[in-house]
């Protein structure tokens, strides 16, 4: 799938979720400036798997309420796909630490887990969005969305698990792009 084809359907199945799409329309925009930080032949790659990280919000792909494997089965079963852009959306933004949380370890088991400039620039493009498309630092993001999630509430707990990787996939996607030349 291009580019553009991830942003048709992006935008067919997360536009009416208003601020879903908002975030989702940002997370494509900084994985745009962050394209640098990849191999050029991957940087499409990279936009089109920030165009499609949250599809599984989609109420018609909902069949687990878990977004990441949602949006990967869907992919999956798409002729335009291939198994790595799946991978990174049933993987973003370490999203098998929640899978754990969720007991839903196996469900995430067909895609493997990605370590990659490709994914540490999708985490960065996610985890530095808010929910409406705000631009945050990490440390910023990390605050919003313990305020959204209750105390001990299975998102709060595996973003507390994920914050050191997280953080990690940031710092090396910046000095990937300072050594471009292009900082952050």
């Not at 050029?40 to 599984?56: Q, Y």
């Not at 992919?75 to 990174?88: E, G, I, K, N």
């Not at 754990?100 to 990605?114: D, H, I, K, T, V």
């Not at 990659?116 to 631009?135: E, F, H, I, N, Y």
Request: proline share 6%; aromatic share 6%.
């Amino acid at each position: 799938m291009n580019v553009a084809a991830a942003e048709r359907l992006a935008s067919e199945l997360l536009m009416p979720l208003g601020d879903r799409w908002l975030h989702v329309q940002a997370v494509a925009a900084q994985a745009r400036e962050v394209a640098a930080s990849v191999d050029p032949v991957e940087r499409d790659l990279l936009v089109t798997a920030a165009w499609l990280h949250d599809i599984g919000y989609a109420p018609s792909l909902a069949r687990l309420r878990f977004h990441p494997v949602d949006g990967a089965r869907y992919l999956s079963q798409r002729p335009d796909t291939t198994h790595r852009l799946c991978a990174l959306v049933a993987h973003h933004s370490c999203a098998w630490i929640e899978a754990e949380e969720r007991g839903l370890s196996e469900e995430l088991a067909p895609w493997e887990l990605e370590d990659s400039p490709v994914m540490d620039a999708l985490v960065l493009a996610d985890m530095t969005t808010g929910p409406k498309g705000q631009r945050f630092t990490f440390p910023e993001r990390v605050t919003e969305i313990f305020s959204r999630y209750g105390e001990g509430s299975v998102v709060q707990r595996s973003i507390a698990r994920a914050r050191p990787l997280l953080a990690a996939s940031i710092d090396r996607t910046v000095a990937r792009l300072a050594a471009t030349g292009q900082p952050m």
